[in-house]
């Protein structure tokens, strides 16, 4: 048979595999892209709900804690000097808004400055001032009788309103001390049988998270162009494969070797591209940590520079008095003196505040620069574990969460800062959201002691949680492995830590838990990192 003839014949069969492969291989693009919208969707819900929870849920502590101040500090002062506490503190001199009021006021201030969030109070007993006007929709009814039920569960829902997506979060409304007593003498007050920790109504905070879900539905159909963009590569590529093999039939022993090396070029270019998608995920995961260190950092900072912000207005209030006292020739010793406490007492509050913020501020301010640059320096030890636990305490300050340490001052180290950080946080925050156990307070413990050869130090971190079993502990460090799949959990966050370890701060890593015990990480690091660590430490490391 000649060999045109062969080859002619083999090139049709060839172009008839082309055209069936094209079909299944389409059907399969169609059915991973589905898959991958299936996983992404109910995430993406779940992001856009979290987002807005965490903003909501700021705003409500904000609220709760300045009402508690106003209440504690500034009501109760201003009705020991004469002034009274009524709704309609706008038209009367001398008088100031009850708390209550003081809340509604400053929701129809964020209201106007932010368009979309609202704040908004509603109760069972309205004051009969308010009673006619109170109106509540199904999640407010829903929200109400939940949260009088189980105080301690706040109550969320998304829904569409006039074209923007908005999340709403309620939390309950607690009678506090200074409150029980007004609220059980006052002649118009619904109800006079108040208790401490009774639940008086409801906060809600409504915080738009349109923009949020749109953003993630950008990311989600790149991700599905991405996809359908790789299938149609792929059967190009087989296409073209299919065609070229009847070419070779002409030359087979030498286009044999060069095919397979070609396929072996794309299999080592596959590879690679699969490495470098890795190392932007892990140099994506600190980024994200250091975001999240933001926000809590900021929400932190809001309640001293609030306090701060509160008592130096109530003191330009005295003063103010104190003028026109003088001015009016009433100045009297008992007024100065009061004035005089008074003052003290603010300037005290004013610099606890200050000098509180000021140390947020400096730590933050350290652990950001060590975490967003690869420089080595010498360090203490002691104040870098000092410095991240303050900086990231904001993520577990109101849970049941408690962290000790016990390192030596006079330890130091020549070595990435950024790096052993990045470790700290990753290992605490780790504790936190995995050893946690419902209604349980959770240890965690931070030791380091000098090794016997007096050039390395051992830092041993952990807690008396939830631990692991065998099974857990044998893929802990192995990267997407996680057992909070769909809630949060990338399976990033170990693999992380052991590459910093290794290969950052040149180090060793042993990892012990049992179900029940708790966990321990035990980390080597000599106190002068090696040369060949500088060029493997990432500059989001």
């Known amino acids: 048979m000649p060999l045109n003839f062969l080859s002619s014949v083999v090139s049709s069969r060839l172009d008839g595999v082309t055209r069936k492969m094209l079909p299944p291989l389409a059907l399969a693009g169609v059915a991973v892209l589905l898959a991958v919208l299936a996983i992404l969707l109910p995430v993406r819900e779940q992001a856009v709900e979290a987002a807005g929870v965490t903003t909501a849920k700021a705003v409500a502590s904000q609220i709760l804690s300045l009402r508690e101040f106003y209440t504690a500090e500034i009501a109760t002062r201003a009705e020991r000097g004469g002034m009274r506490l009524d709704t309609d503190f706008e038209h009367s001199a001398g008088t100031l808004p009850l708390p209550a009021t003081l809340v509604k006021a400053l929701g129809k201030s964020i209201e106007r400055d932010y368009p979309g969030m609202s704040v908004r109070l509603y109760s069972r007993y309205p004051f009969p001032n308010r009673a006619a006007s109170e109106t509540y929709d199904d999640f407010e009814r829903r929200a109400l009788a939940a949260i009088e039920a189980a105080p301690e569960q706040a109550q969320t829902t ?16 607690r009678m506090q001390a200074g409150c029980i007593g007004c609220h059980n003498a006052r002649s118009d007050s619904p109800r006079r049988d108040w208790k401490l920790g009774d639940v008086r109504g409801v906060i809600e905070i409504t915080v738009p998270v349109d923009e949020v879900a749109s953003k993630i539905d950008r990311g989600i159909g790149s991700v599905a162009l991405v996809v359908l963009a790789g299938f149609l590569a792929l059967g190009g590529v087989a296409a073209f494969a299919t065609r070229r093999a009847a070419g070779a039939l002409q030359a087979l022993n030498s286009e044999l070797e060069s095919r397979v090396e070609a396929r072996t070029t794309d299999l080592l270019r596959a590879n690679a591209n699969l490495h470098d998608a890795l190392n932007h995920i892990e140099h994506s995961e600190p980024l994200a940590a250091l975001g999240s260190l933001v926000a809590g950092v ?7 520079m609030g306090n701060a912000n509160t008592v130096a207005g109530a003191l330009a209030g005295k003063i103010e008095e104190l003028r026109v006292a003088a001015a009016t020739n009433q100045l009297r010793k008992s007024l100065l003196d009061a004035f005089i406490d008074e003052a003290s007492q603010g300037s005290v509050l004013l610099q606890r505040n200050l000098q509180r913020a000021s140390e947020l501020i400096a730590d933050f301010k350290q652990v950001a620069a060590d975490q967003t640059s690869a420089r080595r320096r010498e360090f203490s030890l002691a104040e870098l574990v000092a410095e991240t636990l303050h900086t990231i305490s904001p993520g577990y300050k109101n849970r049941p969460v408690t962290v000790s340490t016990d390192v030596p001052a006079d330890l130091r180290l020549d070595s990435f800062p950024g790096a052993l950080e990045q470790v700290i946080t990753n290992l605490v925050n780790n504790a936190v959201l995995h050893g946690l156990d ?12 000098p090794v016997a050869d007096a050039s390395s130090v051992r830092l041993s971190l952990s807690d008396d949680g939830k631990g692991m079993s065998e099974e857990i502990v044998a893929q802990a460090f192995r990267p997407f492995f996680t057992t909070r799949l769909g809630t949060g959990g990338t399976g990033l966050g170990l693999h992380l830590v052991r590459r910093l370890v290794h290969e950052s701060l040149g180090g060793s890593l042993e990892l012990d838990s049992q179900p029940g015990r708790g966990t321990r990480f035990d980390i080597v690091l000599p106190l002068v990192a090696p040369l060949a660590a500088e060029h493997s430490v990432s500059p989001t490391a």
Request: glycine share 6%; proline share 6%; hydrophobic share 45%.
């Open 298 to 304: 900021a929400h932190e900072l809001s309640t001293p």
């Open 438 to 449: 419902t209604g349980k307070p959770l240890a965690v413990s931070i030791v380091a002691r």
């Open 158 to 173: 998304i829904e569409q309103r006039d074209g923007r997506r908005l999340l709403r979060f309620a939390v309950a409304d």
